[in-house]
């Protein structure tokens, strides 16, 4: 069984919160950043300002306190910076490989399974993650593992490789602007099947000629949090997803 069936198998429907279980579901609703919104035409998205700006008033507009979305999409967004850009990579990375949930800075970030430290970094290149976790899980024999950007810097100072951690226990807080790639707050949420040696990072973006990879090694983080009907997760009792 891969990794993919074994969350199609063991998670709950109503998924697995990665943010202040406080905030209700109902709170939360998708949003596109991909080249299909016209909306990203209109203000400078070089600016964290301006997109701390969009943020809020698309949450404010729905009555909600979470924007959720991104697994596949082709973002523009990426132009900004050297870091993804052809010129510097020879291949332009700009399809998305995990799940941005946007909300406010401070927000407590939750593990979504047992396991432990595997490795942490504060990676502070021009649209970067900045500091960023990543923990390692067993689930029904299967180890994969799963990564938290965009965190705050205390979030990282007192971590210790292989520490351990238990499902829904707060390991970190959402970053500010400054620190965290230069983006409105906001989390990114990936899941990775092999870390391929890589310690304290992941590639969170993918060029179309490596997408096939990326895409079999980075299953759809919407499996493990059923953030809309198309998450093809069944019901099935969540305690059996920790039997670890």
């Excluded at 406080?22 to 035409?41: A, E, F, H, Q």
């Excluded at 052809?86 to 995990?98: A, C, D, F, P, V």
């Excluded at 490795?119 to 899980?137: M, Q, R, V, W």
Aim: contains cysteine; proline residues 3%.
């Amino acid at each position: 069984m891969n990794l993919e069936s074994t969350f199609l198998s063991h998670i709950y429907l109503e998924g697995i919160p990665i943010i202040d279980r406080s905030i209700p579901k109902n709170s939360y609703v998708p949003i596109d950043l991909s080249l299909n919104n016209t909306d990203l035409k209109h203000f400078d998205v070089g600016c964290y300002k301006s997109w701390d700006y969009y943020i809020k008033n698309y949450l404010q507009n729905r009555n909600a306190e979470v924007a959720f979305g991104g697994y596949l999409e082709k973002r523009n967004l990426y132009d900004r910076s050297l870091y993804f850009s052809k010129s510097t990579n020879k291949k332009e990375r700009n399809i998305h490989l995990g799940i941005d949930l946007w909300t406010n800075a401070g927000t407590q970030v939750l593990a979504a399974f047992n396991g432990e430290i595997h490795s942490f970094n504060n990676n502070t290149n021009h649209g970067d993650y900045g500091p960023t976790i990543i923990l390692k899980h067993q689930l029904h024999g299967l180890v994969f593992h799963t990564l938290y950007g965009h965190l705050s810097m205390d979030s990282i100072t007192k971590l210790k490789v292989g520490d351990t951690v238990r499902q829904g226990e707060v390991i970190a807080h959402i970053g500010v602007s400054e620190i965290n790639g230069e983006y409105a707050p906001h989390l990114h949420f990936q899941v990775i099947n092999d870390m391929q040696g890589k310690k304290g990072d992941y590639p969170g973006v993918s060029s179309i000629t490596d997408l096939a990879f990326y895409k079999n090694n980075c299953p759809d983080p919407n499996l493990i949090l059923g953030l809309n009907s198309n998450a093809k997760v069944k019901n099935i009792a969540l305690e059996n997803a920790f039997n670890l």
